[in-house]
């Protein structure tokens, strides 16, 4: 059975660095796309960034850009998101989420590309 598993949440104050990760477990599962998500409190789930598997053209929300990197390790099947330069707009719960088999890179930003997610792991941060 597939598993992500975020780590990393915590509280910041604004202007901080966090990093996420996550791992993902069970059996030979290589993600083709693996993404970040985060959802704030009474807002709708939205997209942070994806990677694909060969790394290249990561996708990012405008909102992260220039603050947030994603990064995988494929021989560890993980996906981390450095998060410099917080917010407090940046508040909100992060979900890992990945997809097994190809798409465009016109679809990562939609929830309903993704076949798995994580948990979700909170990110706070203070003004």
Do not use: H
Not at 17 to 45: D, H, I, N
Not at 76 to 102: F, G, H, I
Request: hydrophobic share 30%.
């Amino acid at each position: 059975q597939v598993q992500l598993v975020e780590s990393g949440g915590g509280l910041v104050q604004a202007g901080g660095s966090l990093r996420l990760s996550c791992a993902v477990s069970g059996g030979t599962f290589s993600p083709y796309v693996m993404a970040w998500f985060r959802q704030a409190p009474g807002k709708e789930r939205e997209f942070v960034a994806a990677l694909s598997r060969s790394g290249s053209s990561p996708a990012y929300d405008d909102s992260v850009k220039g603050r947030f990197t994603i990064f995988r390790e494929n021989a560890k099947n993980t996906v981390s998101l450095q998060m410099n330069s917080l917010k407090p707009e940046d508040t909100a719960v992060y979900y890992c989420a990945a997809r097994s088999t190809y798409t465009s890179a016109s679809a990562y930003s939609s929830t309903r590309t993704y076949n798995y997610w994580g948990q979700g792991t909170q990110v706070t941060v203070s003004s």
